[in-house]
């Protein structure tokens, strides 16, 4: 049997590590011409004008005001809790930069495809964009929250997936930041198109914001309550109240399951004339 030349090894082994490498190509926006600020004035009229009451984006009105968007990215390219420190006093601070920077970013991501109802989970969260002096992604934002004291801080981010929390129509402010949250999390447990409960298959299925965290909150509620052996829709209840709560309940013998998508771009579309 011949030998495989040492220079072919070499060639197919730069191409697979090319293909690793590969990904989505980086998006980019004008840079912004001023010294960095914590403001969120431009996302503001974004949200306003592009986001409807049920957190669905208005693809069709982004172009509108695509200019505010791309300002309030550029901005926000050059600001944050690494890049200007100095800037942001505390956690609550750090946590409101990275629910509006996700807003932003979110908004602009599926503009730029068109608000295609494809889940297309391949790429979607891994686009990279500069954001806070660096190079970033959804996932990696989502990476960010994570690290804060409370997991249900990420499980509440803005997103424009239809199976995680809504995009808000307004940006988040450190001073309510935190309750916000905890009202977003009941939100989504409420919200039978959000949080789906797969009554025919008996099953519960959650979305990774929330399943990454699924060993935490079981020792969690191991600990609390001196029992052993729970299921994560047991753990989850002394954390949702409410209509969310009633519907978790109601599925708590379901078998947990991890969510194989975050769900479709949950868009608006522009009503018929």
Not at 99 to 107: C, F, T, V
């Amino acid at each position: 049997m011949n030998a495989i030349p040492r220079y072919a090894v070499f060639a197919a082994a730069f191409i697979m590590l090319g293909c690793r490498q590969m990904g989505p190509a980086p998006v980019t926006v004008d840079p912004y011409p001023a010294n960095p600020r914590v403001d969120y004035s431009d996302l503001a009229i974004v949200l306003n004008r592009a986001v409807d009451e049920g957190g669905f984006l208005r693809s069709y009105e982004v172009a509108d005001v695509q200019d505010r968007l791309d300002r309030q990215l550029a901005l926000l390219a050059i600001t944050g809790p690494t890049a200007t420190p100095e800037l942001f006093a505390d956690a609550d601070a750090d946590i409101a930069y990275w629910y509006n920077a996700r807003a932003a970013w979110a908004i602009k991501l599926s503009a730029m495809r068109g608000c295609s109802p494809s889940p297309s989970t391949s790429s979607f969260e891994h686009i990279r964009f500069r954001l806070d002096g660096r190079m970033m992604t959804l996932r990696l934002i989502d990476d960010e929250l994570a690290g804060f004291d409370d997991w249900r801080i990420v499980a509440a981010a803005p997103c424009v997936r239809l199976r995680r929390s809504a995009l808000a129509r307004e940006p988040f402010d450190p001073a309510t930041v935190r309750e916000a949250a905890v009202e977003r999390f009941n939100d989504y447990a409420a919200d039978s198109d959000r949080f789906v409960i797969d009554v025919e298959h008996r099953q519960v299925p959650y979305n990774q914001a929330i399943w990454r965290f699924r060993d935490r909150i079981i020792a969690e509620y191991e600990r609390s309550y001196g029992t052993r052996g729970v299921s994560l829709n047991t753990a989850l209840l002394p954390h949702i109240s409410g209509l969310g709560q009633g519907r978790l309940q109601a599925a708590v013998g379901y078998k947990p399951v991890p969510a194989d998508d975050a769900g479709p771009l949950a868009c608006a579309y522009s009503p018929v004339e």
